[in-house]
């Protein structure tokens, strides 16, 4: 079984998507009261309801990110 080799720069993109999403399911109540958009989910929704989006976007953003730093996922790669 040959083992493909995963390119480093999509492994990069993948990790350090992962790890931003996890900052910002750390600091979410910051981001709720402190940015335009966080005001707005809380306006639009509510704390709570907000709060549950917020996360969920930020853990979907982890999945994709953890993806595709282990390959599942690839990005587009054009011809040279």
Same mark, same amino acid.
């Given at each position: 079984?040959?083992?493909?080799?995963? %390119?480093?720069? !999509? &492994?990069?993109?993948?990790?350090?998507?992962?790890? @931003? =999403? $996890? =900052? /910002? &399911?750390?600091?979410?109540?910051?981001? @709720? $009261?402190?940015?335009?958009? /966080? #005001?707005?989910?809380?306006?639009? *929704?509510? !704390? !709570?309801?907000?709060?549950?989006?917020? =996360?969920? +976007? *930020? +853990? $979907? /953003? $982890? @999945? *994709?990110?953890?993806?595709?730093? &282990?390959?599942?996922?690839? %990005?587009?790669?054009?011809? #040279?």
């Amino acid at each position: 079984m040959m083992i493909a080799k995963i %390119p480093t720069d !999509q &492994i990069l993109m993948g990790v350090t998507t992962a790890l @931003l =999403c $996890v =900052c /910002g &399911i750390w600091n979410y109540r910051w981001l @709720l $009261v402190n940015t335009r958009k /966080g #005001e707005w989910l809380v306006n639009r *929704f509510g !704390q !709570q309801k907000a709060m549950w989006l917020l =996360c969920s +976007l *930020f +853990l $979907v /953003g $982890v @999945l *994709f990110g953890l993806l595709l730093a &282990i390959d599942i996922i690839r %990005p587009i790669q054009w011809k #040279e």
